[in-house]
């Protein structure tokens, strides 16, 4: 028998009042300790957290051995959710962490779930997939059909899926039940792979790239990390937060973090200086720039970088510290400025980079004016 633990909690929680200084604190001690376990990417561990604490979902890109799969799994270990089977809720089992490799076989229902049939019943019951989790890992989402990604894709705006003629939610907030994905893609194989539309990548409320070790002492760090170990240095980490620390700092949040005049101006105006029709300037980078949705998520995204902080004022600062995530998937560069930088080399960097220039562009215009 396959060896497993049912873990059954009934959390019935009532949404705390949550300072900021508390969710500062504990911020800054989920990322210090992810820091124990993953050498040097602060700046993107920090950005998952925004992400998670924003309730958006993150791509996150980069090439294999670099410690993706490991982020994914620290954080969940963080939140107590890495070993944790079975949590129900309303008589539906959730996982803590599931994790999908995408293939070109793989179907929706592998995601999602089906109906199987109980001949001791005579009935057809749910069989909930992967998806019934607090953390979902895609790996190589790129390499699912586009069928199992707008199932995916579906499933995350939308927060809930139908088997049968059923339809289950993904996230219950009043029972400290969230519902966060991660998908993983590698920037540099293209070869039997099935890229995201532009339309749908923006489903994900960050694409954050994620590059080699900066320096020669940070990999030489994280083989010493290594060097006494066999195991995963994250299965040392100890628990630091509940699930419903999560949905609780989310509200807190959205309820108390005020963005001021000045930063909305600057918020808007970064966004409209993105829009090639309207700002000449961009023209040679982008064809298409941000839409008010990417304003909205962009202003939430800054509203959880001040909270860490510990501020309860959205400062341009905290706008520049999320702009290239949250922005960088939503602009579709200028095809001959892609052929241009491809010539010249930057093969698979160069759509990101475009976008990581203009939005610095953008950004620069709107701050002169403020
Ligand atoms: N910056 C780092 N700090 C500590 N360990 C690291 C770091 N980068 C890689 N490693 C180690 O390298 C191994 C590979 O990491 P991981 O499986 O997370 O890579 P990945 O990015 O998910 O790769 P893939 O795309 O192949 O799935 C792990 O043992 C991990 O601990
Ligand atoms: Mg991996």
Request: with cysteine; aromatic share 8%; charged share 30%.
């Amino acid at each position: 028998m396959a060896n497993y633990i049912a873990v059954s909690i009934a959390w019935t929680i009532d949404v705390r009042p949550m300072e900021v200084r508390e969710i500062e604190e504990t911020a800054s001690k989920i990322i210090s300790s992810l820091n124990k376990a993953i050498i040097g990417y602060e700046k993107e561990l920090k950005l998952i957290l925004v992400a998670l604490l924003s309730n958006g979902h993150v791509l996150l890109e980069g090439v294999p051995g670099i410690a993706k799969t490991t982020a994914v799994k620290g954080l969940a270990r963080l939140i107590g959710l890495d070993a944790v089977n079975e949590i129900e809720i309303d008589r539906i089992p959730y996982r803590g962490l599931s994790r999908v490799q995408c293939t070109p076989d793989l179907m929706p229902s592998d995601i999602t779930g089906s109906l199987i049939y109980n001949p001791k019943d005579l009935k057809f019951e749910p069989r909930f997939g992967p998806i019934f989790s607090y953390i979902l890992l895609a790996d190589e989402i790129n390499r699912a059909i586009p069928r199992t990604q707008s199932a995916l894709l579906q499933a995350m705006q939308e927060r809930e899926v139908t088997i049968g003629d059923r339809t289950y939610r993904l996230e219950y907030r009043d029972k400290g039940k969230f519902f966060f994905v991660l998908a993983t893609q590698n920037p540099v194989e293209y070869e039997g792979t099935y890229p995201l539309p532009e339309a749908q990548l923006d489903r994900f409320l960050m694409r954050i790239v994620m590059e080699y070790p900066e320096t020669l002492e940070e990999e030489k760090q994280i083989l010493r990390l290594h060097m006494a170990r066999l195991r995963e240095p994250i299965e040392e980490l100890d628990k630091v937060i509940d699930p419903d620390w999560i949905i609780a700092a989310q509200e807190s949040i959205a309820l108390n973090v005020k963005v001021p005049e000045s930063t909305l101006e600057y918020i808007t105006r970064g966004i409209r200086y993105t829009r090639p029709e309207m700002f000449e300037p961009l023209r040679d980078l982008l064809l298409l720039g941000a839409s008010p949705r990417a304003g909205i998520y962009l202003m939430r995204a800054a509203k959880v970088h001040a909270a860490l902080r510990g501020s309860e004022e959205v400062l341009p600062e905290d706008v520049d510290a999320v702009a290239s995530a949250v922005l960088n998937h939503r602009l579709i560069p200028n095809p001959e400025k892609l052929v241009e930088l491809r010539m010249s080399g930057e093969t698979f960097t160069s759509s990101y980079r475009i976008a990581r220039e203009a939005i610095e562009f953008a950004l620069r215009t709107a701050r002169k004016e403020l």
